[in-house]
């Protein structure tokens, strides 16, 4: 999903993305997401919930024609910002001529599914060089397509983002926010409630973005919690246990964690899920979906310490 109006120069409507994209022959891309939000008083929101600092790194993911990225530029010390469309990168660069705190990346946010682009992780890392004490925040109205490995992939970085606020489908949002036990909650809910405090700003209609998606969307506010984070004792082996388990999300959990310690022919195995459940303490029919994620950090702790014994 991509950007929407500026106070200071154009404002960016419906009617003017539509004399513009005609002017310069562009087609929508709605394999990309580009849905461009019009609503300027939610764009307003948008960047007020950001509460972007003078000192400030911005990541923005869909740059558009860069009305998003100019409100941003405004206020941030460092903006940079992707755009994978080449067509739409031109436009941001026209628009963005004049601001020379901002490096737009044009390309795909991501190398693979579970990576970021390295020449993206070079921008945000120099901009840090540069100034350590900067937070880095990420703030982009996010292509559907690409919200949850861009969300997952951050927080698998040695320096996470400081705070995100993003604009994402309502279903994603409802996942981002779920406590354990409701219909929504999934391993995404599990990767980012064990590292940061997450809220629904405001749910968003189809009417206010232009070319209207299928769904409502929302903004949402995310801030991390380096407590929560430290108790991580290794990230990434947390976020491949917590998917394993979640692709069996309604099996019980004692089955699932045998199987995934060496199935119940192993009798190592056997053992050490005995031993995991003593000492949590856990129901024997409990499963995934009534996981806390504070009890989650336990129980891949446990499932790691018992497993390596043998």
């Given at each position: 999903?991509?950007?929407?109006?500026?106070?200071?120069?154009?404002?960016?409507?419906?009617?003017?993305?539509?004399e513009?994209?005609?002017?310069?022959?562009?087609?929508?891309?709605?394999?990309?997401?580009?849905?461009?939000?019009?609503?300027?008083?939610?764009?307003?929101?948008?960047?007020?919930?950001?509460?972007?600092?003078p000192t400030d790194?911005?990541l923005?993911?869909?740059?558009?024609?860069?009305?998003?990225?100019?409100?941003?530029?405004?206020?941030?010390?460092?903006v940079?910002?992707?755009?994978?469309?080449?067509?739409?990168a031109?436009?941001?660069?026209?628009?963005?001529?004049?601001?020379?705190?901002?490096?737009?990346?044009?390309?795909?946010?991501?190398?693979?599914?579970?990576?970021?682009a390295?020449?993206?992780?070079?921008e945000?890392?120099?901009?840090?060089?540069?100034?350590?004490?900067?937070?880095?925040?990420?703030?982009?109205?996010?292509p559907?397509?690409?919200?949850?490995?861009?969300?997952?992939?951050?927080?698998?970085?040695?320096?996470a983002?400081?705070?995100a606020?993003?604009?994402?489908?309502?279903?994603?949002?409802?996942?981002?926010?779920?406590?354990?036990?409701?219909?929504s909650?999934?391993?995404?809910?599990?990767?980012?409630?064990?590292?940061?405090?997450?809220?629904?700003?405001r749910?968003?209609p189809?009417?206010?973005?232009?070319?209207?998606?299928?769904?409502?969307?929302?903004?949402?506010?995310?801030?991390?919690?380096?407590?929560?984070?430290?108790?991580?004792?290794d990230?990434?082996?947390?976020?491949?246990?917590?998917r394993?388990?979640?692709?069996?999300?309604?099996?019980?959990?004692?089955g699932?964690?045998?199987?995934?310690a060496?199935?119940?022919?192993?009798?190592?195995?056997?053992?050490?899920?005995?031993?995991?459940?003593?000492?949590?303490?856990?129901?024997?029919k409990?499963?995934?979906?009534?996981?806390?994620?504070?009890?989650?950090?336990?129980?891949?702790?446990?499932?790691?310490?018992?497993?390596?014994?043998?």
């Open positions: 999903m991509n950007d929407g109006g500026s106070k200071s120069a154009v404002r960016q409507t419906t009617g003017y993305l539509k513009l994209f005609s002017q310069v022959g562009f087609q929508i891309d709605s394999r990309r997401g580009q849905n461009f939000l019009v609503d300027l008083n939610l764009l307003d929101l948008l960047e007020k919930t950001a509460a972007v600092l790194i911005v923005e993911v869909g740059a558009g024609t860069g009305a998003l990225t100019e409100r941003l530029a405004r206020t941030a010390r460092r940079v910002t992707v755009e994978i469309d080449p067509r739409l031109q436009l941001a660069r026209e628009r963005l001529i004049d601001h020379d705190n901002v490096v737009l990346v044009e390309g795909d946010v991501l190398a693979g599914k579970h990576v970021l390295p020449c993206v992780v070079r945000i890392e120099k901009a840090r060089c540069e100034q350590p004490e900067s937070r880095l925040l990420l703030v982009a109205n996010l559907y397509c690409v919200a949850t490995p861009v969300i997952s992939n951050l927080l698998l970085q040695p320096k983002f400081d705070a606020t993003v604009t994402v489908q309502k279903e994603m949002a409802e996942r981002m926010t779920a406590s354990a036990g409701s219909s909650y999934n391993a995404l809910s599990v990767w980012i409630g064990c590292q940061c405090e997450a809220e629904i700003v749910v968003l189809p009417s206010v973005f232009w070319p209207r998606p299928k769904i409502d969307s929302a903004i949402v506010r995310l801030d991390l919690s380096e407590v929560r984070r430290s108790s991580l004792a990230s990434k082996r947390f976020h491949a246990f917590v394993d388990v979640f692709c069996h999300r309604r099996k019980v959990l004692r699932v964690l045998l199987r995934m060496g199935g119940k022919q192993k009798q190592s195995a056997v053992r050490a899920i005995e031993e995991l459940y003593a000492t949590l303490n856990l129901p024997e409990i499963r995934a979906e009534d996981i806390s994620p504070d009890l989650f950090i336990d129980l891949e702790n446990e499932f790691f310490s018992q497993t390596s014994k043998e």
